[in-house]
């Protein structure tokens, strides 16, 4: 069976537009993005203001979340740890396994 000449034109024609879209559009909202980005650094202020409240006033939040893993760390590791006679490991351990996972997200 021969597959029809304009069949397959059409067919490449639809994903080339297609594509082609979606590229005009990302362009488009690069384009609005970038737009923005002018006048907001105009207002500096504001971004520091921003970065204070979402990183400096937020650190409570991450003492006290950090606080409780690692409690929940050291309940679970003193079990396996006495079993083997190795108490004495367990903060190096729960501070490894806090500083490495905190690590992986940056």
Known sequence: MKANPLSILTVLGHALTSRLERLGLAARFAFSVFGVLGVVFLRFSLIIRELYF????????VIVSGLFVGMVLAVQGYEVL????????????????????????I
């Open 82 to 105: 006495q079993r083997y006679g190795s108490t004495e490991a367990l903060g190096v351990i729960v501070a490894l396994s806090l500083v490495r996972d905190w690590q992986r997200w």
């Open 54 to 61: 979402s990183g400096v006033r937020s650190l409570s939040i």
